[in-house]
């Protein structure tokens, strides 16, 4: 494996990883993939997602496919249908809306809880998103609300970010492609 | 952030937050959700009534946070958020009714105040006060004139001659020195505000104010100009009111008043058009659909049509404190939340409880709506000035299941009555022909079936064959039951005192038999005392002596002690010998 993963790599081929973003509504998500995109594939509004839609970008050795799903109450029940193709997830939360924190953690209790995410021990990645809105919660605090700690059989890295500035989105990425190259070794 | 123990909800409600001391003291009038930047983000906006003498403010919530507050200066007797004009961005205004005025903020900035018009003022009064104000008359002159005015006109006093009579004799000067030179106005105030879209039923299209008046009015303004546009009567001083239609096509105003009634007022009548008469005062008043959903004072639920007409009423535990309507149109779901004395808050749709969530302390008023972002989202504040805040799971569903006792659901089912076929209408029809016929014939054999019967127990009772004793002092009952293959077989006879409660004495049972074919051990027996009920065995053996495979009859007989006619006579069949004697 590790000598056709190198020779793919002289050959300019890169490993594919289905990449889940979820969250939700108005947390970042479209923001934070858009800004992860190559400069000339960027768009420059961000408009609400309706349903949900697939980007590709690439880092130095992976080629990610990310669904970028909509946050949408209404939507969010699609999410389930794309647990079965996801070999990673991102979970992106709006560290300045204290009110929904609750919600968030109920979403992602329900995604823990799906018997295809369950007994896989697949990376999480969460971006405490919004770190430039003043009264914005630490990444500490969102990961205690959300009581990270519990997560004992997955590999899971949190992240403060701006989406913005696209502040802490590499440090990020750059933890997902080790732990999905660790995973496939 | 300070998540609350859930129990009872069936986990369908998550806690977003929880302020025990927000220091917020308001009712559901007071209450209302916009999205007051225009920014998707819904605020909460409250009516804060303070200590009910000073500190009123209007209060402005975004997320968990205080956002801004602005100080009331009377309290607030309804508060609403409404759009007043088509300006984009789309911003909504928001009215606070307080005494005979409605202040309209927009964009949390004073920006016009409402007066109502002043009424009809005493003429007499008036007189009394013109004739101080010249100095005719002393102010306790004054004081029993307008004593004597008080009780006889048919105009009430105003206010500042109300307040005339309540002073001690030693302020009165004072008083009169400090009013005498304004002219006497007479002022209604505002007990309840709602809107009415104007035009459009669009979510965010014109409204007017609607306003219900301690003067028993209820007027309808234009939301631009502030003129009011309709102005309708009640017989009594309204309380609560609710609003549904368009101005300019149709409407329905639900007004519950003070004399414990409901009227439904519509457009083009300044009368009410239908009254509920309620049992008791109503304490709240939600609309659910087409159907009106009161709270009473003794502890009831009661749903109404729109016109009055009653369709159920529910019992509840506590009286009500407060109650609201809970409208998910996106899921359509729709639902009354009750806030109850007992620290709780109930649901209902239609009579049924769906579901129940417990506060730490008595919710004084409940807001559903969209909060932020998020659409079902349940905002209570609790008479200690609590704030708490509940969001509805995207995956709770309420099961509508009716707790009261009644007919059963399978009762409602539909049989699967098959269709009538050819051969029944045939039936039916030579039945409704031939029906004297019909009933001729069946009586006739219904009587011949009678006398076979009748006749075939006369020749038991002459034969007494019966295996069930006829006499009335011993009423007796027995069967046999004969075992084995042969040749020897064994008979059994089960007897049974049927009486109530005395016991048979002095029985016997013999047997007749032939003798060249049978032999019996013993062919006489006593009984022993029968208690009434049990039933007593009776075994004997009976060997067939016979080889050539025939069988006869054994005739069983129980006896009385001195008496020749049996009590029961039973015939026994005995079956073939299928074996051979071993001699």
Same mark, same amino acid.
């Given at each position: 494996?590790?000598?056709?993963?190198?020779?793919?790599?002289?050959?300019?081929?890169?490993?594919?990883?289905?990449?889940?973003?979820?969250?939700?509504?108005?947390?970042?998500?479209?923001?934070?993939?858009?800004?992860?995109?190559?400069?000339?594939?960027?768009?420059?509004?961000?408009?609400?997602?309706?349903?949900?839609?697939?980007?590709?970008?690439?880092?130095?050795?992976?080629?990610?496919?990310?669904?970028?799903?909509?946050?949408?109450?209404?939507?969010?029940?699609?999410?389930?249908?794309?647990?079965?193709?996801?070999?990673?997830?991102?979970?992106?939360?709006?560290?300045?809306?204290?009110?929904?924190?609750?919600?968030?953690?109920?979403?992602?209790?329900?995604?823990?809880?799906?018997?295809?995410?369950?007994?896989?021990?697949?990376?999480?990645?969460?971006?405490?998103?919004?770190?430039?809105?003043?009264?914005?919660?630490?990444?500490?605090?969102?990961?205690?609300?959300?009581?990270?700690?519990?997560?004992?059989?997955?590999?899971?890295?949190?992240?403060?970010?701006?989406?913005?500035?696209?502040?802490?989105?590499?440090?990020?990425?750059?933890?997902?492609?080790?732990?999905?190259?660790?995973?496939?070794? | 952030?300070?998540?609350?123990?859930?129990?009872?909800?069936?986990?369908?409600?998550?806690?977003?937050?929880?302020?025990?001391?927000?220091?917020?003291?308001?009712?559901?009038?007071?209450?209302?959700?916009?999205?007051?930047?225009?920014?998707?983000?819904?605020?909460?906006?409250?009516?804060?009534?303070?200590?009910?003498?000073?500190?009123?403010?209007?209060?402005?919530?975004?997320?968990?946070?205080?956002? /801004?507050?602005?100080?009331? #200066? &009377?309290?607030? @007797?309804?508060?609403?958020?409404?759009? %007043?004009? !088509?300006?984009?961005?789309?911003?909504?205004?928001?009215?606070?009714?307080?005494?005979?005025?409605?202040?309209?903020?927009?964009?949390?900035?004073?920006?016009?105040?409402?007066?109502?018009?002043?009424?009809?003022?005493?003429?007499?009064?008036?007189?009394?006060?013109?004739?101080?104000?010249?100095?005719?008359?002393?102010?306790?002159?004054?004081?029993?004139?307008?004593?004597?005015?008080?009780?006889?006109?048919?105009?009430?006093?105003?206010?500042?001659?109300?307040?005339?009579?309540?002073?001690?004799?030693?302020?009165?000067?004072?008083?009169?020195?400090?009013?005498?030179?304004?002219?006497?106005?007479?002022?209604?105030?505002?007990?309840?505000?709602?809107?009415?879209?104007?035009?459009?039923?669009?979510?965010?299209?014109?409204?007017?104010?609607?306003?219900?008046?301690?003067? /028993?009015?209820?007027?309808? #303004? &234009?939301?631009? @100009?502030?003129?009011?546009?309709?102005? %309708?009567? !009640?017989?009594?001083?309204?309380?609560?009111?609710?609003?549904?239609?368009?101005?300019?096509?149709?409407?329905?105003?639900?007004?519950?008043?003070?004399?414990?009634?409901?009227?439904?007022?519509?457009?083009?009548?300044?009368?009410?058009?239908?009254?509920?008469?309620?049992?008791?005062?109503?304490?709240?008043?939600?609309?659910?659909?087409?159907?009106?959903?009161?709270?009473?004072?003794?502890?009831?639920?009661?749903?109404?049509?729109?016109?009055?007409?009653?369709?159920?009423?529910?019992?509840?535990?506590?009286?009500?404190?407060?109650?609201?309507?809970?409208?998910?149109?996106?899921?359509?779901?729709?639902?009354?939340?009750?806030?109850?004395?007992?620290?709780?808050?109930?649901?209902?749709?239609?009579?049924?409880?769906?579901?129940?969530?417990?506060?730490?302390?008595?919710?004084?008023?409940?807001?559903?709506?969209?909060?932020?972002?998020?659409?079902?989202?349940?905002? %209570?504040?609790?008479?200690?000035?609590?704030?708490?805040?509940?969001?509805?799971?995207?995956?709770?569903?309420?099961?509508?299941?009716?707790?009261?006792?009644?007919?059963?659901?399978?009762?409602?089912?539909?049989?699967?009555?098959?269709?009538?076929?050819?051969?029944?209408?045939?039936?039916?029809?030579?039945?409704?022909?031939?029906?004297?016929?019909?009933?001729?014939?069946?009586?006739?054999?219904?009587?011949?079936?009678?006398?076979?019967?009748?006749?075939?127990?006369?020749?038991?009772?002459?034969?007494?064959?019966?295996?069930?004793?006829?006499?009335?002092?011993?009423?007796?009952?027995?069967?046999?039951?004969?075992?084995?293959?042969?040749?020897?077989?064994?008979?059994?006879?089960?007897?049974?005192?049927?009486?109530?409660?005395?016991?048979?004495?002095?029985?016997?049972?013999?047997?007749?038999?032939?003798?060249?074919?049978?032999?019996?051990?013993?062919?006489?027996?006593?009984?022993?005392?029968?208690?009434?009920?049990?039933?007593?065995?009776?075994?004997?053996?009976?060997?067939?002596?016979?080889?050539?495979?025939?069988?006869?009859?054994?005739?069983?007989?129980?006896?009385?002690?001195?008496?020749?006619?049996?009590?029961?006579?039973?015939?026994?069949?005995?079956?073939?010998?299928?074996?051979?004697?071993?001699?």
């Amino acid at each position: 494996m590790g000598l056709f993963d190198k020779l793919a790599g002289w050959l300019g081929l890169k490993k594919e990883v289905n990449v889940l973003c979820l969250g939700l509504d108005n947390s970042g998500k479209t923001t934070i993939i858009n800004h992860l995109k190559p400069t000339n594939a960027q768009a420059q509004d961000i408009v609400p997602t309706i349903g949900f839609s697939i980007e590709k970008f690439k880092t130095s050795s992976l080629s990610f496919t990310v669904f970028d799903m909509s946050g949408q109450g209404r939507y969010r029940n699609l999410w389930e249908h794309y647990y079965k193709e996801g070999q990673a997830i991102i979970f992106v939360i709006d560290s300045a809306d204290k009110l929904r924190m609750v919600v968030a953690k109920e979403e992602l209790d329900t995604l823990l809880n799906h018997p295809d995410i369950k007994h896989r021990r697949i990376p999480i990645l969460f971006f405490a998103n919004k770190m430039d809105v003043r009264d914005a919660l630490s990444s500490v605090k969102v990961s205690q609300l959300l009581c990270l700690e519990n997560i004992k059989d997955k590999p899971w890295h949190i992240c403060a970010t701006d989406a913005l500035k696209g502040e802490g989105l590499q440090e990020g990425v750059d933890w997902l492609q080790d732990q999905i190259k660790t995973m496939r070794t | 952030m300070s998540p609350v123990e859930s129990g009872g909800d069936g986990g369908k409600w998550l806690d977003a937050h929880y302020d025990p001391v927000a220091g917020l003291y308001t009712f559901s009038s007071c209450v209302d959700l916009a999205d007051l930047s225009g920014d998707g983000e819904s605020r909460l906006v409250v009516g804060d009534l303070g200590s009910g003498s000073s500190g009123m403010k209007l209060k402005v919530y975004r997320g968990t946070a205080l956002m /801004s507050e602005s100080t009331l #200066l &009377d309290l607030p @007797a309804g508060l609403v958020a409404f759009f %007043m004009d !088509l300006h984009e961005p789309r911003i909504p205004a928001v009215a606070v009714a307080s005494g005979p005025c409605i202040y309209v903020y927009k964009n949390l900035r004073p920006y016009f105040k409402f007066t109502l018009p002043s009424l009809e003022v005493n003429t007499l009064e008036q007189d009394v006060w013109q004739q101080v104000r010249e100095g005719q008359i002393d102010p306790l002159t004054m004081k029993e004139m307008l004593e004597s005015i008080r009780k006889k006109a048919d105009v009430p006093l105003s206010v500042r001659s109300l307040r005339f009579l309540s002073l001690e004799t030693e302020d009165m000067d004072e008083f009169v020195q400090l009013h005498k030179q304004q002219p006497i106005r007479r002022q209604t105030v505002i007990t309840c505000i709602g809107t009415l879209k104007k035009s459009t039923a669009d979510e965010d299209g014109v409204s007017c104010l609607v306003i219900g008046t301690e003067s /028993s009015d209820v007027y309808v #303004l &234009d939301p631009e @100009a502030f003129i009011i546009l309709s102005k %309708m009567s !009640l017989p009594a001083a309204p309380t609560m009111m609710d609003v549904t239609g368009q101005f300019d096509v149709e409407f329905r105003i639900t007004v519950a008043c003070r004399n414990g009634n409901i009227y439904i007022l519509r457009r083009e009548s300044d009368k009410p058009k239908y009254c509920i008469e309620l049992p008791s005062h109503p304490v709240g008043l939600v609309r659910v659909g087409k159907n009106v959903v009161v709270g009473c004072t003794n502890e009831s639920l009661q749903g109404f049509t729109q016109k009055g007409k009653k369709l159920w009423k529910a019992v509840l535990a506590a009286p009500i404190t407060t109650m609201a309507s809970m409208d998910l149109p996106t899921r359509g779901f729709q639902a009354v939340m009750v806030g109850l004395a007992n620290c709780e808050v109930q649901l209902y749709r239609d009579k049924n409880l769906l579901s129940r969530i417990k506060t730490p302390d008595v919710v004084t008023s409940i807001c559903f709506g969209r909060y932020g972002r998020e659409d079902g989202t349940l905002i %209570m504040t609790t008479k200690g000035g609590g704030l708490m805040v509940k969001i509805l799971k995207r995956t709770a569903a309420f099961d509508d299941r009716d707790s009261a006792p009644g007919p059963p659901l399978a009762q409602s089912v539909r049989l699967n009555v098959p269709k009538k076929t050819k051969l029944y209408v045939d039936q039916t029809l030579r039945e409704r022909e031939n029906g004297l016929a019909m009933h001729r014939a069946f009586q006739m054999d219904l009587s011949r079936l009678r006398l076979a019967a009748a006749k075939a127990y006369v020749k038991a009772l002459e034969s007494s064959l019966t295996p069930m004793s006829s006499s009335l002092t011993e009423p007796l009952k027995m069967n046999a039951v004969v075992q084995g293959l042969g040749p020897s077989f064994k008979l059994t006879l089960n007897v049974q005192n049927t009486a109530a409660c005395r016991p048979v004495m002095n029985l016997a049972i013999s047997f007749l038999y032939d003798e060249s074919l049978y032999r019996m051990r013993n062919p006489y027996m006593r009984i022993p005392l029968l208690v009434p009920g049990l039933i007593y065995p009776v075994e004997t053996f009976v060997e067939c002596t016979s080889d050539k495979g025939i069988s006869d009859i054994i005739k069983v007989f129980v006896l009385h002690e001195g008496r020749s006619s049996p009590l029961l006579t039973a015939h026994i069949n005995m079956p073939v010998s299928e074996g051979l004697t071993l001699n």
